[in-house]
């Protein structure tokens, strides 16, 4: 196999990021073709979020960045540096799921599972913009996230049972969220 | 699939970035939001030597009312955009053209000026551009120049920006009062590419059609203006026989179209006219003309 000399280039100077991940400070050197889910995965051993295709089709690797979802093969790790993100292993903790997670268990929303922490980043922003969302806006938000297991309709089924839950406990007078 | 090896800048002036690329020229790439530039260095199509981040150029992210015309600064996102009351009131067509782009977590990091450099054929941005006749800023090492979309997209992947350029802002001019807008596109699955597009524009004065504009994507290797189409319109009146007639233009302007597994040529062909009537005929109705 030939190599181009691009191949052959020795590796680029490493810098040093900050970020916060999950509430979590982390410093870290990192060459600058390193993608951000590779950094996630390799170099913090978050191994929840997961790549599919790696470039930007499947949304398996979906994060939140600030708060909002990306694709996390679509960034390098140097272009997170001084951000704040959220994996899925910041949302839900052992023995005590996030109730979008809850809602996916409970529905069937997965079967493998390998899309499942990617759609669950996805539906986490859909609610905050759409509390109350139709199965239309469900569709369309979702439309970035493949699922080849369930036929989507199981999936709908947990975001609308997600979506309940989750106004029921923002309601007033509800019982305070056990996140809060 | 993991990129080749580059160095990394992240400059934090327009100026910084412009003589970056001065010293490195063609060598060097620049990295808008990624979301197309990403998989094509995880496929290796790119290979550039020096990644220049723009990500941490404040100045370039902004949407504002400049004199009556909209302009945007290169690096606001496309969520900067959908969510901007100002692009959604006074330019419809191109609040509309945004939410028709990629999935929200695309739009959540790509960017206005990202979609105009990469000229992707099949993207709606470029459309956009050209039917509402938007303007390029450009900056270089110590200079500066404007260009307008119908000098601006000149090929596939291919745009008038040289080697030491940056896009900075692209501006919206004003839409005269009364004008009618249309742009819609056929996907296999609601923001995959678009098998073809069209973004149309329409006045309608005194029961005719004074003017029009009609543009198609992802049937030419850039946006394509049916000029003759919008020709035929102007002094009819509007109507599905006035529709048909601009629908076969588009059909004939669309010379050759890519065929590949999604779509033939053919049918890329019978897109192109059945969207352009549609367009007329939505962007007449929001014109106050009865159709």
């Known amino acids: ?180 | 699939m993991k990129p080749p090896v580059f160095e990394y800048a992240s400059p934090r002036s327009v100026a910084e970035a412009a003589a970056l690329l001065g010293a490195h020229g063609g060598e060097a790439k620049l990295l808008a939001g990624g979301q197309s530039l990403m998989p094509l260095l995880a496929m290796r199509l790119a290979r550039p030597s020096l990644l220049v981040d723009l990500g941490r150029i404040a100045e370039l992210d902004y949407v504002r009312d400049d004199g009556g015309e909209i302009a945007i600064g290169a690096m606001a996102t496309k969520t900067t955009v959908e969510r901007s009351a100002l692009v959604r009131e006074r330019q419809p067509l191109f609040h509309h053209a945004t939410r028709l782009i990629g999935h929200p977590q695309i739009r959540n990091r790509g960017t206005v000026g990202g979609s105009m450099a990469q000229a992707d054929p099949a993207a709606e941005y470029p459309a956009a551009a050209l039917a509402l006749g938007a303007t390029m800023r450009i900056a270089r090492e110590g200079g500066e120049r404007s260009v307008e979309a119908a000098d601006f997209f000149l090929s596939a992947l291919t745009t008038a920006l040289e080697p030491g350029e940056v896009l900075t802002e692209v501006r919206l001019p004003r839409l005269a009062p009364g004008t009618g807008w249309s742009v819609l596109e056929v996907s296999r699955r609601h923001g995959d590419f678009a098998i073809a597009g069209t973004a149309v524009t329409l006045s309608v004065e005194a029961g005719r059609i004074a003017s029009a504009r009609i543009v198609l994507f992802g049937v030419a290797p850039s946006p394509l203006r049916v000029r003759a189409g919008e020709e035929a319109l102007v002094g009819e009146r509007p109507g599905p026989a006035a529709w048909e007639l601009a629908a076969e233009k588009a059909r004939t302007a669309a010379e050759e179209p890519l065929s590949d597994p999604h779509a033939s040529a053919e049918y890329r062909r019978h897109l192109a006219a059945v969207l352009v009537a549609r367009a007329l005929t939505e962007a007449a109705r929001r014109a106050g003309a009865s159709s």
Do not use: W
């Not at chain 1, 790549?51 to 690797?61: I, P, S, Y």
């Open chain 1, 1 to 180: 196999m030939t190599r181009s000399p691009a191949e052959e280039r020795p590796s680029a100077a490493a810098r040093r990021i900050r970020v916060t991940v999950n509430g979590l400070a982390h410093e870290a050197l990192v060459e600058p073709r390193t993608t951000l889910a590779d950094f996630l995965r390799g170099d913090l051993g978050l191994g929840g979020t997961h790549l599919g295709c790696e470039h930007g089709v499947c949304g398996a690797c979906t994060i939140l960045l600030e708060g909002r979802t990306v694709r996390a093969c679509l960034m390098l790790a140097v272009q997170a540096d001084g951000r704040r993100l959220t994996t899925i292993e910041g949302l839900g903790h052992e023995g005590e799921l996030h109730p979008i997670q809850q809602a996916f268990v409970e529905e069937h929303g997965l079967q493998c599972g390998f899309c499942t922490p990617g759609f669950v980043m996805s539906v986490h922003e859909l609610l905050e913009l759409h509390p109350d969302p139709s199965d239309e806006e469900i569709r369309e938000f979702l439309g970035g996230n493949l699922c080849r297991c369930t036929g989507y309709k199981a999936i709908l089924r947990s975001v609308r049972l997600a979506a309940r839950r989750l106004r029921e406990a923002r309601a007033p007078g509800a019982a305070p969220a056990e996140e809060a």
